[in-house]
C-alpha cells in the first residue's frame, strides 16, 4: 500500500523551495540571470546555506552573484 503522507515534503523543504523560487525571481528581475538558468545540486547545497543563514532572496542572490573585489 502506497502511503501519501511518506511523499511529503518536510516544512523546511517547502520553505527552501519557495525561497529559491523567490531567488530565482528577484536575480532574473536584476539581469543576473537568464532562461534557461540551471539549479544543480551544488547550487541548491549553495543557496540552502545562504536560506539556512537567515540571507533573503536578494540578499542571496547578491551574495551568489556578486563581484568579488
Known sequence: MHDD???ALSQHMIDLRTWISDW???AFKAGLVRPPFTVDDA???R????????????????????FVH
Not at 536578494?58 to 551568489?64: H, L, T
Open 43 to 45: 547550487i541548491v547545497e
Open 24 to 26: 530565482y525571481d528577484h
Open 47 to 66: 543557496l540552502e546555506g545562504y536560506f539556512k543563514a537567515g540571507l533573503t532572496p536578494a540578499e542571496g542572490a547578491i551574495a551568489f552573484f556578486g
Open 5 to 7: 503522507a511518506s511523499d
